[in-house]
């Protein structure tokens, strides 16, 4: 199983790794996975007041490419609007990264993390 | 005592130096295959490279080669769940095929050891599951027609396992080209090392593991991989080339000058270039072959893979020789055999003739 | 809080080793030099099949092989008459199972064993089940260990063998296998178990222990891949159905021309073991304890799986909370550890082991197991020390759950969707 080097960056240099306030209403967070399955992920976003995702954050308890998969998201969802940000699909995140075959749930569950972060922030606005 | 010139490579053939080249470097490697780990990905990287060298030579294609403990796995790993009564079996099979297919019916061969496809047909006509038949004959390297054998065996919608142990390596094999559904292979026939052989599976076909346990080899053998012996197993394949029947002749005419009445078993059908079957009429298998070892020559006599005992021969039986078939000694010559060698070997097969063979028997005066 | 770095100490790059660190002695090891060289005339000069009986070339490999049987059966005061050469532990364990179950199947039809066992035990197991024959797998206390009591009750009039390894290959706990054999005994049922893991690590006795079938790999034992041991006893005899018919070699049991220089090595492995397991076992004791007191004082929340003073020498089984384990191994690449074991780690699924255990499954994750060898050194444990107690520092300062459990949020009463 040999990772492709873009994969192993963001596992050894992630980007945003952290926490933002989850009750900024600004904030919204997304948990996704279960610690019996072996991954979860916590992605966080920060929306201004033009709609544009400003921040992003996250932790993840899992494999590498798991890891390398929401700190990518992280990096593709700053500066886009929520509902580009919605379209990220996990194919996109699974080509970037060149995942092999059984890693591909690891693309799925952080397109999972950041429509469960959108989800919160919109439930938040309204 | 000088070292004894050695002609029983069909029994065992010395490690070349290419298969010894890669073991040693193999055997730096400390990985388990099945590891994920650094040293892991670097045997597994050995195993899959020697795979493909194996598939490579042997023609395989698509096909799985699944690596065993040796060409006896091997054939037991083809034929496991198959019933005896649902099998066809070649005569002159060699032991690993014969016992496990106890019972199945038993397809002639003619009087140079070859299937008589006449009355294998005949056979396929019950609608056996399995026919099981060797490319090349451990004792008599008589080849038989197993592209055309694989035809009928399809056209019957029967399953073909082909040992081609003694052939692979010897003569070109093409998996393809034979049509078999799975062909077994070993890897210290052709200067690889001992305890490796591999299973060549159509990818269309199914088989029973023998070994379970840990999912190695695609799920149909289990047990961490002799890396190093696969290792050796894949540079000797690449080095095997194909030999020249020259020697073999030339041994085969002195004999036949120095005693007339010597029988080459096969020798009329196509045999590998390197394998002689000679009987002496009237003389022990035993006796020859204990005579010309104290002579210096190591040969055997029928297959070395029993107990010791030496019996008489169920291949030479099958092909009609009667007494004959106690009555004959292997002699395999391998790549590097030499002229003198074989020189030396003639003149002291003479002598054991003027010697041993039964009075009356006209031997001319030398050789 | 922002993204951690956590640089190793300068001295530190300065020691790491050029070539990762092996500590994977549990999956395999490499040869020990003194074997290789044993092995190496039996390629060459001496390369006969040692089943020629009527030249020379034939009577010095059968020398090698017969020297080699009686080196195996020394290390466990057995009988070299009672030593079979296989593939690899995992035929052995084949053929001793179906082997045994086979021969005996019109007299008894039942078979004992442990869910912590080797898959290829219980795979044959599964596949006798098949079959017809009866299988109880028997679960272990917290500790990794067989409940006598329960072993006793599982055993009946019925039971032809009881399969039970000396020490797992996860975890390293072993097995009381003397009272076993007694239990075994006294109720007429076979004892077989897998040593792939215990022979040559631990004394073994197979009188004393009255074990009547053992598995033996080469390559754990600083030998060869490609070649095992299965011990069968003669008296009482233990009968076998053969797996692998043909030319009849190892008296029936086993056909198929026995790999010289294979054999070779692993009698000598088994030498060199015999002479060496006192010192080598006080050595790989110091240098676990070295490690654990390394990780221990630097690394809260870290769980040893199995018993610790029943156990192989160099082997520990270490769970670290909140991070996840094949994360971790990305994260200390120039190590070589395991994550589950060799066989199934490329597979999702955790531990069944650390699951028999009573090991939560999000613990079992977090699981790593560290083989000490040989050819470990001090310099090596320490170095493994410090990047795994760095990788699990920085890995936890990443892990949502980590962050959960400092804010005293208890992971089990979230809500976790599966998927």
């Given at each position: 199983?040999?990772?492709?080097?873009k994969?192993?960056?963001?596992?050894?240099?992630?980007?945003?790794?952290?926490?933002?306030?989850?009750n900024?209403?600004?904030?919204?967070t997304?948990l996704?996975?279960?610690?019996?399955?072996?991954?979860?992920?916590?992605?966080?976003?920060?929306?201004?007041?033009?709609?544009?995702?400003?921040?992003?954050?996250f932790?993840?308890f899992g494999?590498?490419?798991?890891?390398?998969?929401?700190?990518?998201?992280?990096?593709?969802?700053?500066?886009?609007?929520?509902?580009?940000?919605?379209?990220i699909?996990?194919?996109?995140?699974?080509?970037?990264?060149?995942?092999?075959?059984?890693?591909?749930?690891?693309?799925v569950?952080a397109?999972?993390?950041?429509?469960?972060?959108?989800?919160?922030y919109r439930?938040?606005?309204? | 005592m000088?070292?004894?010139?050695?002609?029983?490579?069909?029994?065992?053939?010395?490690?070349?130096?290419?298969?010894?080249?890669?073991?040693?470097?193999?055997?730096t490697?400390?990985?388990?295959?099945?590891?994920?780990?650094a040293?892991?990905?670097?045997?597994?990287?050995?195993?899959?490279?020697?795979?493909?060298?194996?598939?490579?030579?042997?023609?395989?294609?698509?096909?799985?080669?699944?690596?065993?403990?040796?060409?006896?796995?091997?054939?037991?790993?083809a034929l496991?769940?198959?019933?005896?009564?649902?099998?066809i079996?070649?005569?002159?099979?060699?032991?690993?095929?014969?016992?496990p297919?106890?019972?199945?019916?038993?397809?002639?061969?003619?009087?140079?050891?070859i299937?008589?496809?006449?009355?294998?047909?005949?056979?396929?006509?019950?609608?056996?599951?399995?026919?099981?038949?060797?490319?090349?004959?451990?004792?008599?390297?008589?080849?038989?027609?197993?592209?055309?054998?694989?035809?009928?065996t399809?056209?019957a919608g029967?399953?073909?396992?082909?040992?081609?142990?003694?052939?692979?390596?010897?003569?070109?094999?093409?998996?393809?080209?034979?049509?078999?559904?799975?062909?077994?292979?070993?890897?210290?026939?052709?200067?690889?090392?001992?305890?490796?052989?591999?299973?060549?599976?159509?990818?269309?076909?199914?088989?029973?593991?023998?070994?379970?346990g840990?999912?190695?080899?695609?799920?149909?053998?289990?047990?961490?991989?002799?890396?190093a012996?696969?290792?050796?197993?894949g540079?000797a394949?690449?080095?095997?080339?194909?030999?020249?029947?020259?020697?073999?002749?030339?041994?085969?005419?002195?004999?036949?000058?120095?005693?007339?009445?010597?029988?080459?078993?096969?020798?009329?059908?196509?045999?590998?270039?390197?394998?002689?079957c000679?009987?002496?009429?009237?003389?022990?298998?035993?006796?020859?072959?204990?005579?010309?070892?104290?002579?210096?020559f190591?040969?055997?006599?029928g297959a070395?893979?029993?107990?010791?005992?030496?019996?008489?021969?169920?291949?030479?039986?099958?092909?009609?020789a009667?007494?004959?078939?106690?009555?004959?000694i292997?002699?395999?010559?391998?790549p590097?055999?030499?002229?003198?060698?074989?020189?030396?070997?003639?003149?002291?097969?003479?002598?054991l003739?003027?010697?041993?063979?039964p009075?009356?028997?006209?031997?001319?005066?030398?050789? | 809080?922002?993204?951690?770095?956590?640089?190793?100490?300068?001295n530190?790059?300065?020691?790491?080793?050029?070539?990762?660190?092996?500590?994977?002695?549990?999956?395999?090891?490499?040869?020990?030099?003194?074997?290789?060289?044993?092995?190496?005339?039996?390629?060459?000069?001496?390369?006969?099949?040692?089943?020629?009986?009527?030249?020379e070339?034939?009577?010095?490999?059968?020398?090698?092989?017969?020297?080699?049987?009686?080196q195996?059966?020394?290390?466990?005061?057995?009988?070299?008459?009672?030593?079979?050469?296989?593939?690899?532990?995992?035929?052995?364990?084949?053929?001793?199972?179906?082997?045994?179950?086979?021969?005996?199947?019109?007299?008894r039809?039942?078979?004992?064993?442990?869910?912590?066992?080797?898959?290829?035990?219980?795979?044959?197991?599964?596949?006798?089940?098949?079959?017809g024959?009866?299988?109880?797998?028997l679960?272990?206390?917290?500790?990794?260990?067989?409940?006598?009591?329960?072993?006793?009750?599982?055993?009946?009039?019925?039971?032809?063998l009881?399969?039970?390894?000396?020490a797992?290959?996860e975890?390293?706990?072993?097995?009381?296998?003397?009272?076993?054999?007694?239990?075994?005994?006294a109720?007429?049922?076979?004892?077989?178990?897998?040593?792939?893991?215990?022979?040559?690590?631990?004394?073994l006795?197979v009188?004393?222990?009255?074990?009547?079938?053992?598995?033996?790999?080469?390559?754990?034992?600083?030998g060869?891949?490609?070649?095992?041991?299965?011990?069968?006893?003669r008296?009482p005899?233990?009968?076998?159905?053969?797996?692998?018919?043909?030319?009849?070699?190892?008296?029936?049991?086993?056909?198929?021309?026995?790999?010289?220089?294979?054999?070779?090595?692993?009698?000598?492995?088994?030498?060199?073991?015999k002479?060496?397991?006192?010192?080598?076992?006080?050595?790989?004791?110091?240098?676990?304890?070295r490690?654990?007191?390394?990780?221990?004082?630097?690394?809260?929340?870290?769980?040893?799986?199995?018993d610790?003073?029943?156990?192989?020498?160099?082997?520990?089984?270490?769970?670290?909370?909140?991070?996840?384990?094949?994360?971790?191994?990305?994260g200390i690449?120039?190590?070589?550890?395991?994550?589950?074991?060799?066989?199934t780690?490329?597979?999702?699924?955790?531990?069944?082991?650390?699951?028999a255990l009573?090991?939560?499954?999000?613990?079992?994750?977090?699981?790593?197991?560290?083989?000490?060898?040989?050819?470990?050194?001090?310099?090596?444990?320490?170095?493994?020390?410090?990047?795994?107690?760095?990788?699990?520092?920085?890995?936890?300062?990443?892990?949502?759950?980590?962050?959960m459990?400092q804010?005293?949020?208890?992971?089990?009463?979230?809500?976790?969707?599966?998927?």
């Open positions: 199983m040999a990772y492709s080097e994969l192993v960056d963001h596992f050894e240099n992630p980007r945003n790794v952290g926490a933002l306030d989850k900024d209403p600004g904030v919204g997304g996704v996975g279960a610690p019996a399955c072996g991954d979860v992920m916590k992605l966080q976003i920060k929306v201004n007041a033009e709609g544009i995702i400003e921040d992003a954050k932790k993840t494999c590498g490419s798991a890891i390398a998969s929401s700190s990518l998201v992280t990096e593709w969802v700053k500066g886009k609007t929520v509902d580009e940000a919605a379209t699909k996990n194919t996109d995140i699974a080509k970037h990264l060149a995942l092999p075959p059984v890693k591909i749930h690891c693309s569950l397109e999972d993390a950041i429509k469960a972060a959108i989800e919160d439930k938040k606005r309204v | 000088t070292t004894p010139v050695y002609l029983d490579w069909n029994a065992s053939a010395p490690l070349g130096e290419p298969a010894r080249a890669a073991m040693a470097h193999a055997f490697v400390a990985g388990n295959p099945s590891s994920v780990h040293a892991g990905r670097a045997a597994r990287k050995i195993v899959e490279e020697a795979r493909a060298s194996v598939a490579s030579v042997a023609g395989a294609g698509a096909a799985r080669i699944v690596f065993t403990g040796g060409g006896t796995e091997a054939n037991a790993l496991n769940g198959f019933a005896p009564a649902d099998c079996v070649s005569a002159v099979e060699h032991d690993s095929v014969w016992a297919l106890s019972g199945a019916r038993v397809a002639p061969v003619d009087r140079d050891g299937v008589d496809l006449a009355a294998l047909e005949a056979l396929l006509a019950d609608r056996p599951k399995l026919v099981a038949v060797m490319l090349a004959n451990n004792e008599t390297g008589a080849i038989q027609p197993v592209a055309e054998i694989a035809r009928l399809r056209a029967a399953r073909l396992h082909c040992d081609a142990v003694q052939a692979f390596g010897k003569i070109a094999v093409d998996f393809e080209a034979l049509g078999a559904d799975t062909l077994a292979l070993s890897a210290h026939k052709i200067g690889g090392p001992q305890g490796v052989g591999a299973l060549i599976v159509r990818e269309s076909v199914q088989v029973n593991p023998l070994l379970s840990g999912g190695q080899e695609t799920g149909l053998r289990a047990g961490t991989q002799n890396v012996g696969i290792a050796g197993f540079a394949a690449l080095a095997a080339a194909p030999m020249a029947a020259g020697l073999r002749d030339a041994l085969e005419n002195a004999i036949r000058t120095a005693y007339v009445g010597v029988a080459i078993h096969a020798g009329a059908a196509p045999r590998l270039p390197n394998t002689s000679i009987g002496l009429p009237g003389v022990s298998a035993e006796t020859q072959v204990m005579t010309l070892d104290l002579a210096g190591a040969v055997s006599a070395a893979c029993s107990s010791g005992k030496v019996k008489a021969s169920r291949t030479l039986a099958a092909m009609g009667g007494t004959g078939a106690g009555e004959a292997r002699v395999s010559l391998g590097t055999t030499t002229t003198e060698e074989i020189d030396a070997f003639a003149r002291a097969w003479a002598a003739a003027r010697r041993l063979a009075a009356g028997a006209k031997i001319p005066a030398a050789a | 809080m922002s993204t951690a770095t956590i640089k190793p100490p300068a530190d790059r300065a020691n790491a080793p050029r070539r990762p660190v092996y500590l994977d002695y549990q999956a395999t090891t490499p040869m020990d030099p003194r074997v290789l060289e044993a092995m190496m005339p039996y390629f060459t000069e001496k390369f006969g099949n040692p089943h020629s009986r009527n030249h070339y034939g009577w010095e490999a059968e020398e090698g092989v017969e020297k080699a049987r009686a195996i059966a020394e290390l466990i005061a057995a009988d070299e008459r009672e030593i079979v050469f296989t593939s690899g532990a995992t035929e052995s364990n084949n053929l001793a199972i179906a082997g045994v179950a086979h021969f005996y199947k019109d007299q039809d039942h078979i004992v064993t442990l869910v912590t066992e080797h898959k290829c035990v219980l795979d044959t197991c599964r596949h006798l089940e098949q079959e024959f009866k299988v109880t797998y679960p272990v206390k917290p500790d990794g260990l067989v409940d006598l009591a329960e072993l006793d009750r599982a055993i009946t009039d019925r039971t032809v009881v399969s039970i390894m000396a797992n290959n975890i390293g706990v072993i097995q009381p296998l003397a009272q076993i054999g007694a239990l075994c005994r109720k007429g049922a076979f004892f077989h178990t897998d040593c792939a893991q215990a022979y040559g690590k631990i004394p006795d009188d004393a222990m009255k074990i009547d079938l053992m598995s033996i790999s080469g390559h754990k034992i600083y060869p891949k490609g070649i095992g041991a299965l011990f069968v006893r008296k005899r233990v009968r076998l159905q053969a797996l692998i018919h043909g030319g009849g070699q190892e008296r029936g049991m086993r056909s198929g021309t026995l790999p010289t220089p294979l054999c070779v090595g692993l009698g000598r492995a088994a030498e060199i073991a002479n060496e397991m006192a010192t080598e076992s006080a050595r790989l004791l110091k240098l676990r304890e490690f654990l007191k390394t990780v221990n004082e630097k690394l809260p929340e870290v769980f040893l799986n199995g610790l003073s029943n156990r192989l020498p160099g082997n520990l089984n270490l769970s670290f909370a909140y991070v996840e384990g094949e994360g971790l191994m990305m690449k120039d190590l070589c550890v395991s994550s589950g074991s060799a066989c780690s490329a597979s999702l699924e955790p531990s069944y082991v650390l699951r009573g090991v939560e499954e999000e613990l079992a994750h977090t699981s790593l197991r560290i083989g000490f060898g040989r050819f470990t050194t001090e310099a090596e444990v320490d170095y493994a020390a410090e990047r795994i107690v760095q990788a699990v520092s920085k890995l936890r300062s990443m892990s949502p759950l980590w962050e459990a804010e005293g949020i208890d992971i089990k009463s979230i809500q976790w969707a599966a998927h």
